[in-house]
């Protein structure tokens, strides 16, 4: 199976959806596969539970280059992003809503979910449980997965409650064949500048024909922690890396007052991938934490779901200029 992908653009309008964690209804992969999106705003969806015609929605989007973050089958304001940035993307007028010119331009022929055998190297390397104090995190060998499911949850961009909806009687055990969804292959060109849009939360990246070439919903700082302003540039791409904890420099975590190294692993604090920048103290990251993007704020960085941020990472290269900006039109410059 092919893996993942992203983009998106603008500076959005300010739109509120609610969002809210995934029942473990099942669905059936026949569901997703046979649904309309062009259906999705005829009827009320019912609170977390994820709609078919959703996930639908945030595959192609995926697939398209405009990236809704998790797929979780929910609709909220970072799905609603990313169908702004597939119109931004493709010179369409930006609004962010699913007309029928937009749904057409979506639609394709490939199935959405399809199956996939656990392997034993997906079952390797797991871990008990995360603890939150950065202490204890320092005294793990590494921050693993929690589960096979999560695991996989990360690897095709889908919310933990979705991998279970589509397997509700799985083990997850080597060998065992599941359902998962199929968001194609990660973005690939040269990323030539960057904008982090503080304003609507998304990174946008251009090549240096000034064509965008993906944009991803963000966390990007916060109102005690703010990000910070102007132009920088990028010094560096560590993957999989360690995390140096500095109460003095960074911020305080819990009573914790000492310097700490802790583990990498995709759920540590920076996720797997740290984009340096010049600004020191200061990166574009992954998350432990995928579905708290853009929810919740951050100590500054600019934090991205895991996937995402190793996209942008396979497209960046020292020395690209990394811009903070706080738009307030829906047209990226």
Same mark, same amino acid.
């Given at each position: 199976?092919?893996?993942?992908? @992203?983009?998106?653009?603008?500076?959005?309008?300010?739109?509120?959806?609610?969002?809210?964690?995934?029942?473990?209804?099942?669905?059936?992969?026949?569901?997703?596969?046979?649904?309309?999106?062009?259906?999705?705003? =005829? #009827?009320?969806?019912?609170?977390?539970?994820?709609?078919?015609?959703?996930?639908?929605?945030?595959?192609?989007?995926?697939?398209?280059?405009?990236?809704?973050?998790?797929?979780?089958?929910?609709?909220? #304001?970072?799905?609603?992003?990313?169908?702004? !940035?597939?119109?931004?993307?493709?010179?369409?007028?930006?609004?962010?809503?699913?007309?029928?010119?937009?749904?057409?331009?979506? /639609?394709?022929?490939?199935?959405?979910?399809?199956? *996939?055998?656990?392997?034993?190297?997906?079952?390797?390397?797991?871990?008990?449980?995360?603890?939150?104090?950065?202490? #204890?995190?320092?005294?793990?060998?590494?921050?693993? *997965?929690?589960?096979?499911?999560?695991?996989?949850? /990360?690897?095709?961009?889908?919310?933990?409650?979705?991998?279970?909806?589509?397997?509700?009687?799985?083990?997850?055990?080597?060998?065992? @064949?599941?359902?998962? &969804?199929?968001?194609?292959?990660?973005?690939?060109?040269? &990323?030539?500048?960057?904008?982090?849009?503080?304003? %609507?939360?998304?990174?946008?990246? +251009?090549?240096?024909?000034?064509?965008?070439?993906?944009? +991803?919903?963000?966390?990007?700082?916060? /109102?005690?922690?703010?990000?910070?302003?102007?132009?920088?540039?990028?010094?560096?791409?560590?993957?999989?890396?360690?995390?140096? +904890?500095?109460?003095?420099?960074?911020?305080?975590?819990?009573?914790?007052?000492?310097?700490? @190294?802790?583990?990498?692993?995709?759920?540590?604090?920076? !996720?797997?991938?740290?984009?340096?920048? %010049? #600004?020191? =103290? *200061?990166?574009?990251?992954? =998350?432990?934490?995928?579905?708290?993007?853009?929810?919740?704020?951050?100590?500054?960085?600019?934090?991205?779901?895991?996937?995402?941020?190793? /996209?942008?990472?396979?497209? $960046?290269?020292?020395? &690209?200029?990394?811009?903070? $900006?706080?738009?307030?039109?829906? =047209?990226?410059?």
């Amino acid at each position: 199976m092919s893996s993942m992908k @992203t983009a998106l653009p603008m500076s959005l309008l300010a739109l509120a959806f609610s969002v809210g964690g995934a029942a473990a209804r099942e669905l059936r992969p026949e569901e997703i596969n046979t649904a309309l999106i062009a259906s999705i705003g =005829t #009827e009320k969806p019912e609170p977390g539970v994820p709609d078919p015609a959703m996930v639908r929605l945030q595959v192609l989007l995926d697939r398209a280059g405009s990236s809704p973050g998790v797929i979780d089958g929910l609709s909220g #304001e970072n799905v609603d992003k990313a169908v702004a !940035g597939f119109e931004a993307m493709n010179n369409l007028p930006v609004d962010g809503r699913l007309d029928p010119d937009v749904a057409s331009r979506l /639609e394709g022929n490939a199935p959405i979910v399809e199956s *996939y055998v656990v392997s034993a190297e997906d079952a390797a390397g797991l871990v008990d449980k995360i603890p939150d104090d950065y202490g #204890e995190k320092a005294k793990m060998q590494s921050l693993g *997965y929690t589960s096979v499911a999560e695991k996989l949850s /990360e690897r095709f961009h889908m919310g933990i409650d979705l991998v279970h909806a589509l397997n509700p009687a799985s083990q997850f055990a080597p060998g065992d @064949t599941v359902w998962v &969804v199929d968001p194609g292959p990660p973005k690939d060109g040269k &990323v030539k500048r960057i904008e982090a849009d503080k304003k %609507t939360g998304q990174v946008l990246a +251009y090549a240096a024909d000034g064509s965008l070439l993906a944009v +991803y919903p963000a966390t990007i700082g916060s /109102e005690d922690n703010p990000a910070p302003s102007g132009k920088h540039k990028v010094k560096g791409v560590a993957r999989m890396p360690v995390y140096r +904890y500095d109460p003095k420099r960074n911020f305080k975590q819990g009573k914790n007052d000492k310097v700490l @190294t802790i583990p990498k692993g995709p759920n540590g604090p920076v !996720g797997t991938v740290w984009i340096d920048l %010049t #600004e020191p =103290t *200061y990166g574009i990251h992954g =998350t432990p934490e995928p579905k708290l993007i853009d929810k919740v704020g951050s100590h500054g960085c600019v934090r991205l779901t895991n996937w995402d941020a190793e /996209e942008l990472a396979g497209m $960046v290269k020292t020395g &690209v200029m990394v811009d903070f $900006v706080n738009r307030s039109s829906a =047209t990226p410059k």
